[in-house]
Every structure is written in structure tokens, then in C-alpha cells.
């Protein structure tokens, strides 16, 4: 190395994710750099050029090297800036021919713009070079030379260098990617909160479960050799920079090579990736093999189920369990994910005793549904997901079952980190189901829950043998506190959240519906991917047609005569409305030779079951049926298809229910009339509120009716008051509670029913 006397010193600024900065001020100054205070998302450091260079090969947790050229306080105007970059003499940092390009951060009042503010900072590097009597440099925004940074907040500019180039946790091994993979240095601070390089050095064991794409196991390897993590890349921003010392970085970099030649071969920790997933394990195969560390690793099919001790471990053997499980950052992941946590917890425990287990997740009650507690927890942050690094020591017998009406765990160490990635590519495919042996023990809630399925599965028994229905409710927030509503479609479980007020607990609703989906899959005797569940709240306008996801995971169901395709995943509601069963039931009896009209038809359900009709006398003649949704109308011709109905005969019409009566001129012997409670459609030219529309609704639709025909009336606002015009115009009867079979009864007004019809036709 350079004599110690003419060592200059130089001031960097390191920048990491948010939250890192503590890990990284420690990190660095194991590296020969002197750390003069920690900011948010980086660290104020000073250092030689060797520390610098040995900072962009060596850190793990470092998104970039800066060197710093300037920092200036009152930094408001863009001539201000202009002329803070024009006063840095550029001749000795750009050399003649080489491109730059300028990365802007920040703001003020008078620069909002980042590309305003790195095009201010570039004009002034510009004007200083030709003040100078040098050319004008050309800009490269993808590929420069020389990479310029300046930060701007609150008055205070950092301009400089980027010494990095490239973000250093871009290791260059990665060419194989999960389905959200984790990223580099994060995975390396996750491993350094673990102890890992200590244990490592113990030679102890490293798995990881749910390895994705291998990043926690390649990262956890190169520390394990001590190889540097930036050891394969070709280049980096300080090559292009008028004052590298190319001498001093081959030297430094020979020195890293020989280093990692050596940890090799001496390693003595052993590491194992698993997941279930092939494409995951042949990705963590071929991203290790670029790494330079395949032997180091033992990637093999495993689900979490199957997790258990590698067999050339001995048995006296110690390690860490780290991985990085799916979150459920939508409410539909969730009923596969609390068996996949329970499991892991309950492998983990049985398997591994003696061992850690550092688990990272963004759902900290999905982490308790491991059964076991956290020592220690970190923060850190997932991108923008508030993620908990949990350290848990595996003794044998102290593990803890969830409480669904206790406050979370005692307060414990939180420690800031933050994540920006997620290992999931086989993640979401590692679908283990839970078994008596291998789940935290219920708590008293979520036992009375299952206790409350398993009553009301008898109590319907003998009524679903006797009518073959294979759609129905089992549950509609039978416990207040449990507030959800679980329909049966055959072997699948659809589940509705109602949405909590803000008097409930956030954490204890969530804890509870957690509960709920441990039970669900095992008294109901299905896996926990057929279980599918969604959040119910008032809908208005396009949201009720909305998807919730995009799945076309559609199935068919059988409801009397018909067959009707279903849609548990993709939509709020499901394509079928089970409370109206015995309704579709009456039409179908009542509809044989009349000519039948559906308003506001959805998915034409009953349409299907008119057209249909009973197996003696047949169906409707012919029908129309009118919706404003071409999502459902398409729906409604698939159904129409399933069942063989002749399309020329059933039709069906995209409109304003209210500007298609107006405009009809035909008649029609069996009407039905089911509007929604409330839409603001902008296809409609009005809103629609039933209690106060449905007269209205009701007029027209009669002026459709032909004399001697019924128009079946319908509407779920609970607390509908019908209009008593109506009934002095028209024969009404109420047949609402005709219309619920067992597995409704519990909910008297859950919907509205009647039959309308000419008084001259009961006279």
C-alpha cells in the first residue's frame, strides 16, 4: 500500500436502504473508515482511497459509494446550485472525452423537479469545464463514465462522486429471478441481525426452507468464504473517474481473490436452500454456480411439510433457520399462509431443537401463527411494507399457543433494518397443510369457532342430503366477534371479512380472522388453497363489477336442474347468489310456456334455472335479460352455453335497466326484479337507491307485464320499507319468508321478496 504520509483523506457518504444505517456504520468501519454520524437511509464517513475501494468491493449492506466534492448549506435557488457545481474544479475528476451523467435527489421550493435539478447541476459542471478552456462533456444517462450525485433537502446540497457505479447490492449473480426476490445487501442484514458470519465461523449449518431464488442462502455462502460480495463485477463508477489509482484497486482486488480462493476451501459451515418449487431450485442452482459457491450450497424439492434435518449433519449439530415467507399482502393469500407458517413453526420446533429461527415477515400475526416466541425482533422495511425480522430460539417446550383475545407478545427489542424484497417465488407453491400434530394449539376463541362450524355442519346435514345442494352458508358471523360469512361450493370454501368498525381492534380482528383460517381447512376437511377470502364493505358504482384479481379460476356447481360457473377468486361476489336459491327455485316452477324477463340479471343465474324450468313441463318460451355490466352479461352467455340454451331464444341486453322499461315494447308473463340496493354507475344516467326508486322501478316494470303474469320483486336492503302506492294499485304479496331454505333462516332480512301483480288478474 501507498506510504502513510501522503495518504490523502477523503469524505464519503455511504447510502443504504432505510433503517440499515446502524448495521452499515459498523460495517464500514470494520473497514478502515472513520464514521462521523449516521443520517436516514446513510452514513457520514472519512477515509482513504484504499478504504474506499475496499467499501464498494467488500460492504454488503451499501447501496452506493459517494465521494464527496461539496456540501453547502442554503441551497434554495437553481443559480445557487448552478453555481455550488460550477465552483468544484471538474479538470481533475472528468477527464477529456469521458461522458457523465448527474443522479438528483431531493428538492426546494424554487427545484422540484429531479430532472430540473441534475440538468441546473449539469450546466454548472459544463460551464466550469469550458471556463477551464476544456471541451464540453457529452451526457450519458444510461452508461457515463463518471457519475455525478447530489442530494438537495432543506437547504443542505451533498454533491460528489458515485464511486460505485451501478447499486452495489447488484452483486451480479443474479440473472435467475423469483417472483419477488429479495434483495442482495437486505438478505445480508437479515443474515449479520442472525449472527450469521459468527456462526459461521463456528462452522455451524445455514438452511433456509423457503429458499426462492437462493439469495439468503448465496448471501449467507459468500460470507461463510469470505467472499467479497461485489467480487464479480467488472466495473464500477470509479473507473471512470481523473483520479482512480488502477494500481491500488488490482491490488486490493488480487488480494480479494486470494481470499476467496482460501475461504473456499476452508469453509466449514454447511448450507442448505429447499423449496418446492423446480423452477425456484434450478434459479437458486444457476445463480449460486454465478456466484462461484455452487459446492458450498445443497438446493433441493422440498416442501415445508417434508422440512427435515439434512441427513450428513451430526446429530450434535447447531444452525440457523432463516427465511422469508410470503406476507399475504392481499387478504386472498391468507388461508394458504396460516398453515404454511403453523407448519414452519411446528418443523422447526420438532426438527431443530437447539437451533435459530429467523424469520422475516410483514405480517406479524402471521408470524405468531408459528407457535413460537420471539426472543428479539428487528424492524426493517420491505420496500414500503413495515417487516419484522423475528429471532427465535428453538428449546424444546416453549412454544406458545396464539391467544385471539390477548394484546400481542410483551414489548421487545425493535431495531431498525430495512427489507426491500421477497424470496416468494416457490414460496406461494409450498401449499402444506396443517395436521393434529403440526399446528399451534388453538386458542379458546378460535376453538369455540370450531366448535360453532362443527354444529352447524350437523344441523344442516339431514336438509343438504335430502336436497342435494352443494352451494350453501354454513356460517354468517354466528359469533360477533368472528365476523365473517362462509359459504360451501362443493370442496371449496369461500370466505367473506366483514369489515370491521373502528371500535374493533385492528390486530385482535386480524388475529381472530387468522384464527378462523387455521380452523376453516380442517374442520371442513379442505386444502387450504381451495379456501378463498375477500373483505366485504359497501360497494358503489364500478366496484362491485370490479376485479379483485385475475386469476380466471372459474369452476362449474350444480343448483337444481342447471349447471352455473363460479368464480370464488377474481370478483367480490361470486357469480352466484345462494340466498336467492329458493327464489331461482320458484321461477323455475313458475316459468314453464311464459315469455320471462331478468332485470339487472348478473351472471342470469335466473335466467338459466326459468329456461331450464322443471323436468315434466320445461322452461320459459323465450327470455331477455338486462344488465349494464358486460363483465356479468358475458358470464350470463357462458352459463346460457353450459346449460345448452338457445341463444336466439334467450337473449341478452347491455343497458339502464330504467331506459330499457321505458323504451320496451314488449310484454312479458314472468317478470324478475332485483335490483341492488345502491349504484352510481356513470353508465346510469341517475343514481340508484332502491328504498327511494323502487316504486318508480316497480311502475315500469308492471307496464311490461302482460295481464294474468307475476312480477317477482326483490332487493337486500334490510331495513326496506315497501311503498304503500304500491300496494293500493297493484296485488302485492309478501312471500319473504318463503324464501330462505335452513342455511339462511338465521337472517330473516337479509333479503326482501314479492309477488306483484294486476289487480284486475285476482279480481
Given at each position: 500500500?501507498?506510504?502513510?504520509?501522503?495518504?490523502?483523506?477523503?469524505?464519503?457518504?455511504?447510502?443504504?436502504?432505510?433503517g440499515?444505517?446502524?448495521?452499515l456504520?459498523?460495517?464500514l468501519?470494520?473497514?478502515?473508515?472513520?464514521?462521523?454520524?449516521?443520517?436516514?437511509?446513510?452514513v457520514?464517513?472519512?477515509?482513504?482511497?484504499e478504504?474506499?475501494?475496499?467499501?464498494?468491493?467488500?460492504?454488503?449492506?451499501?447501496?452506493?459509494?459517494?465521494?464527496?466534492?461539496a456540501?453547502?448549506?442554503?441551497?434554495?435557488?437553481?443559480?445557487?446550485?448552478k453555481?455550488?457545481?460550477?465552483?468544484?474544479?471538474?479538470?481533475?475528476?472528468?477527464?477529456?472525452?469521458?461522458?457523465?451523467?448527474?443522479?438528483?435527489?431531493?428538492?426546494?421550493?424554487?427545484?422540484?423537479?429531479?430532472?430540473?435539478?441534475a440538468?441546473t447541476?449539469?450546466?454548472?459542471?459544463?460551464?466550469?469545464?469550458?471556463?477551464?478552456?476544456?471541451?464540453?462533456?457529452?451526457?450519458?444517462?444510461?452508461?457515463?463514465?463518471?457519475r455525478l450525485?447530489?442530494?438537495l433537502?432543506?437547504?443542505?446540497?451533498?454533491?460528489?462522486?458515485?464511486?460505485?457505479?451501478?447499486s452495489?447490492?447488484?452483486?451480479?449473480?443474479?440473472?435467475?429471478?423469483?417472483?419477488?426476490?429479495?434483495?442482495e445487501?437486505?438478505?445480508a442484514?437479515?443474515?449479520?441481525?442472525?449472527?450469521?458470519?459468527?456462526?459461521?465461523?463456528?462452522?455451524?449449518?445455514?438452511?433456509?426452507?423457503?429458499?426462492?431464488?437462493?439469495?439468503?442462502?448465496?448471501?449467507g455462502?459468500?460470507?461463510?468464504?469470505?467472499?467479497?460480495?461485489?467480487?464479480?463485477?467488472?466495473?464500477?463508477g470509479?473507473?471512470g473517474?481523473?483520479?482512480?489509482?488502477?494500481?491500488?484497486?488490482?491490488?486490493?482486488?488480487?488480494?480479494?481473490?486470494?481470499?476467496?480462493?482460501?475461504?473456499?476451501?476452508?469453509?466449514k459451515a454447511?448450507?442448505?436452500?429447499?423449496?418446492q418449487?423446480?423452477?425456484?431450485?434450478?434459479?437458486?442452482?444457476?445463480?449460486?454456480?454465478?456466484?462461484?459457491?455452487?459446492?458450498?450450497?445443497d438446493?433441493?424439492?422440498?416442501?415445508v411439510?417434508?422440512?427435515?434435518?439434512p441427513?450428513?449433519?451430526?446429530?450434535?449439530?447447531?444452525?440457523?433457520?432463516i427465511?422469508?415467507?410470503?406476507?399475504?399482502?392481499?387478504i386472498?393469500?391468507?388461508?394458504?399462509?396460516?398453515?404454511?407458517?403453523?407448519?414452519?413453526g411446528?418443523?422447526?420446533?420438532?426438527?431443530?431443537?437447539?437451533w435459530?429461527?429467523?424469520?422475516l415477515?410483514?405480517?406479524p400475526?402471521?408470524?405468531?401463527?408459528?407457535?413460537?416466541?420471539?426472543?428479539?425482533?428487528?424492524?426493517?422495511?420491505?420496500?414500503?411494507?413495515?417487516?419484522k425480522?423475528?429471532?427465535?430460539?428453538?428449546?424444546?417446550?416453549e412454544?406458545?399457543?396464539?391467544?385471539s383475545?390477548?394484546?400481542?407478545?410483551a414489548?421487545?427489542?425493535?431495531?431498525?433494518?430495512?427489507?426491500?424484497g421477497?424470496?416468494q417465488?416457490?414460496n406461494?407453491?409450498?401449499?402444506?397443510?396443517?395436521?393434529?400434530?403440526?399446528?399451534?394449539?388453538?386458542?379458546?376463541?378460535?376453538?369455540?369457532?370450531?366448535?360453532?362450524?362443527?354444529?352447524?355442519?350437523?344441523?344442516?346435514?339431514?336438509?343438504?342430503?335430502?336436497?342435494?345442494?352443494?352451494?350453501?352458508r354454513?356460517?354468517?358471523?354466528?359469533?360477533?366477534?368472528?365476523?365473517?360469512a362462509?359459504?360451501?361450493?362443493?370442496?371449496?370454501?369461500?370466505?367473506q371479512?366483514?369489515?370491521?368498525?373502528?371500535?374493533?381492534?385492528?390486530?385482535?380482528?386480524?388475529?381472530?380472522?387468522?384464527?378462523?383460517?387455521?380452523?376453516?381447512p380442517?374442520?371442513?376437511?379442505?386444502?387450504?388453497?381451495?379456501v378463498?377470502?375477500?373483505?366485504?364493505?359497501?360497494?358503489?358504482?364500478?366496484?362491485?363489477?370490479?376485479?379483485?384479481?385475475?386469476?380466471?379460476?372459474?369452476f362449474?356447481?350444480?343448483?337444481?336442474?342447471?349447471?352455473?360457473?363460479?368464480?370464488?377468486?377474481?370478483?367480490?361476489?361470486?357469480?352466484?347468489?345462494?340466498?336467492?336459491?329458493?327464489?331461482?327455485?320458484?321461477?323455475?316452477?313458475?316459468?314453464?310456456?311464459t315469455r320471462?324477463l331478468?332485470?339487472?340479471?348478473?351472471?342470469?343465474?335466473?335466467?338459466?334455472?326459468?329456461?331450464?324450468?322443471?323436468?315434466t313441463?320445461?322452461?320459459?318460451?323465450d327470455?331477455?335479460?338486462?344488465?349494464?355490466?358486460?363483465t356479468?352479461?358475458?358470464w350470463?352467455?357462458e352459463?346460457?352455453?353450459?346449460?345448452?340454451?338457445?341463444?336466439?331464444?334467450?337473449?341478452?341486453?347491455?343497458?339502464d335497466?330504467?331506459?330499457?322499461?321505458?323504451t320496451?315494447?314488449?310484454?312479458?308473463d314472468?317478470?324478475?326484479?332485483?335490483?341492488p340496493?345502491f349504484?352510481?354507475?356513470k353508465?346510469?344516467?341517475a343514481?340508484?337507491?332502491?328504498?327511494?326508486?323502487?316504486?318508480?322501478?316497480?311502475?315500469?316494470?308492471?307496464?311490461?307485464?302482460?295481464?294474468?303474469?307475476?312480477?317477482?320483486?326483490?332487493?337486500?336492503?334490510?331495513?326496506?320499507v315497501?311503498?304503500?302506492?304500491l300496494?293500493?294499485?297493484?296485488?302485492?304479496?309478501?312471500?319473504?319468508?318463503?324464501?330462505?331454505d335452513?342455511?339462511?333462516?338465521?337472517?330473516?332480512?337479509?333479503?326482501?321478496?314479492?309477488?306483484?301483480?294486476?289487480?284486475?288478474?285476482?279480481?
Amino acid at each position: 500500500m501507498k506510504d502513510q504520509q501522503a495518504i490523502e483523506t477523503f469524505t464519503l457518504f455511504a447510502t443504504c436502504p432505510k433503517g440499515m444505517e446502524l448495521l452499515l456504520a459498523e460495517e464500514l468501519a470494520g473497514l478502515g473508515m472513520v464514521v462521523s454520524k449516521t443520517t436516514v437511509a446513510g452514513v457520514h464517513v472519512t477515509g482513504p482511497l484504499e478504504a474506499a475501494y475496499r467499501a464498494c468491493l467488500w460492504s454488503r449492506l451499501a447501496n452506493r459509494i459517494i465521494l464527496c466534492l461539496a456540501r453547502e448549506e442554503g441551497i434554495e435557488s437553481p443559480a445557487q446550485l448552478k453555481a455550488c457545481a460550477e465552483a468544484i474544479d471538474w479538470r481533475a475528476h472528468l477527464a477529456p472525452g469521458k461522458t457523465l451523467a448527474v443522479d438528483f435527489h431531493g428538492q426546494s421550493e424554487a427545484i422540484r423537479h429531479t430532472r430540473f435539478g441534475a440538468q441546473t447541476v449539469k450546466d454548472g459542471v459544463v460551464d466550469a469545464l469550458r471556463r477551464d478552456g476544456c471541451e464540453r462533456p457529452s451526457v450519458d444517462p444510461r452508461d457515463p463514465d463518471l457519475r455525478l450525485y447530489a442530494h438537495l433537502h432543506r437547504g443542505r446540497l451533498t454533491l460528489g462522486i458515485d464511486l460505485s457505479g451501478d447499486s452495489l447490492h447488484r452483486r451480479g449473480y443474479r440473472r435467475e429471478l423469483g417472483h419477488a426476490p429479495l434483495k442482495e445487501n437486505l438478505a445480508a442484514a437479515l443474515l449479520v441481525r442472525a449472527d450469521w458470519p459468527a456462526r459461521a465461523k463456528a462452522g455451524e449449518a445455514l438452511i433456509d426452507p423457503l429458499c426462492g431464488s437462493g439469495t439468503l442462502v448465496i448471501e449467507g455462502a459468500l460470507m461463510a468464504a469470505d467472499v467479497a460480495p461485489n467480487l464479480l463485477r467488472e466495473r464500477f463508477g470509479f473507473h471512470g473517474w481523473a483520479g482512480h489509482d488502477a494500481a491500488l484497486w488490482q491490488e486490493l482486488k488480487r488480494e480479494a481473490e486470494a481470499r476467496a480462493s482460501l475461504g473456499r476451501k476452508r469453509c466449514k459451515a454447511k448450507l442448505y436452500g429447499r423449496d418446492q418449487s423446480p423452477q425456484a431450485i434450478s434459479a437458486a442452482r444457476a445463480n449460486a454456480m454465478r456466484a462461484g459457491i455452487p459446492a458450498l450450497i445443497d438446493f433441493q424439492g422440498a416442501s415445508v411439510k417434508q422440512l427435515t434435518r439434512p441427513a450428513d449433519l451430526p446429530a450434535e449439530a447447531s444452525g440457523l433457520l432463516i427465511t422469508n415467507p410470503p406476507y399475504g399482502e392481499r387478504i386472498g393469500e391468507l388461508p394458504e399462509l396460516v398453515p404454511l407458517y403453523a407448519t414452519l413453526g411446528a418443523r422447526a420446533q420438532s426438527q431443530f431443537p437447539g437451533w435459530r429461527l429467523a424469520l422475516l415477515t410483514g405480517n406479524p400475526e402471521l408470524g405468531h401463527r408459528t407457535g413460537l416466541r420471539a426472543g428479539k425482533q428487528y424492524a426493517f422495511k420491505n420496500g414500503p411494507l413495515d417487516c419484522k425480522l423475528l429471532l427465535i430460539e428453538l428449546n424444546q417446550g416453549e412454544a406458545s399457543a396464539p391467544s385471539s383475545d390477548q394484546a400481542a407478545p410483551a414489548k421487545r427489542r425493535a431495531v431498525a433494518g430495512q427489507p426491500c424484497g421477497d424470496e416468494q417465488t416457490g414460496n406461494a407453491s409450498n401449499k402444506a397443510a396443517t395436521n393434529a400434530t403440526e399446528r399451534p394449539a388453538r386458542s379458546e376463541g378460535a376453538q369455540m369457532f370450531a366448535n360453532r362450524l362443527q354444529k352447524n355442519r350437523k344441523r344442516l346435514k339431514s336438509w343438504l342430503k335430502r336436497s342435494g345442494e352443494s352451494c350453501y352458508r354454513l356460517y354468517d358471523a354466528d359469533m360477533p366477534e368472528y365476523a365473517l360469512a362462509i359459504d360451501v361450493y362443493g370442496d371449496r370454501v369461500h370466505v367473506q371479512e366483514y369489515a370491521p368498525p373502528k371500535s374493533v381492534n385492528a390486530h385482535q380482528a386480524q388475529r381472530r380472522l387468522l384464527d378462523a383460517l387455521g380452523v376453516i381447512p380442517e374442520v371442513l376437511e379442505v386444502s387450504p388453497e381451495h379456501v378463498y377470502i375477500k373483505q366485504r364493505e359497501r360497494q358503489s358504482g364500478k366496484a362491485q363489477y370490479q376485479k379483485h384479481a385475475a386469476s380466471g379460476e372459474r369452476f362449474q356447481v350444480r343448483e337444481g336442474r342447471a349447471q352455473l360457473w363460479v368464480n370464488l377468486r377474481d370478483y367480490l361476489d361470486t357469480g352466484l347468489f345462494l340466498d336467492h336459491r329458493p327464489v331461482r327455485r320458484m321461477l323455475a316452477e313458475m316459468a314453464p310456456g311464459t315469455r320471462f324477463l331478468n332485470l339487472f340479471c348478473y351472471t342470469a343465474t335466473a335466467t338459466v334455472q326459468a329456461a331450464l324450468g322443471t323436468q315434466t313441463e320445461g322452461g320459459a318460451s323465450d327470455s331477455v335479460s338486462v344488465d349494464l355490466s358486460n363483465t356479468y352479461l358475458e358470464w350470463a352467455r357462458e352459463n346460457f352455453a353450459l346449460n345448452r340454451l338457445d341463444p336466439s331464444r334467450h337473449r341478452v341486453v347491455r343497458d339502464d335497466c330504467l331506459r330499457w322499461l321505458e323504451t320496451a315494447g314488449s310484454e312479458f308473463d314472468l317478470i324478475f326484479l332485483d335490483p341492488p340496493t345502491f349504484s352510481n354507475s356513470k353508465k346510469m344516467e341517475a343514481t340508484l337507491d332502491i328504498q327511494r326508486d323502487h316504486g318508480r322501478l316497480v311502475e315500469l316494470a308492471m307496464a311490461r307485464l302482460a295481464p294474468g303474469g307475476t312480477l317477482v320483486f326483490s332487493n337486500n336492503q334490510r331495513r326496506f320499507v315497501l311503498d304503500e302506492a304500491l300496494t293500493t294499485r297493484f296485488a302485492v304479496e309478501d312471500i319473504s319468508a318463503k324464501t330462505f331454505d335452513p342455511d339462511f333462516n338465521r337472517r330473516p332480512d337479509l333479503h326482501h321478496c314479492f309477488l306483484i301483480r294486476h289487480r284486475d288478474d285476482t279480481a
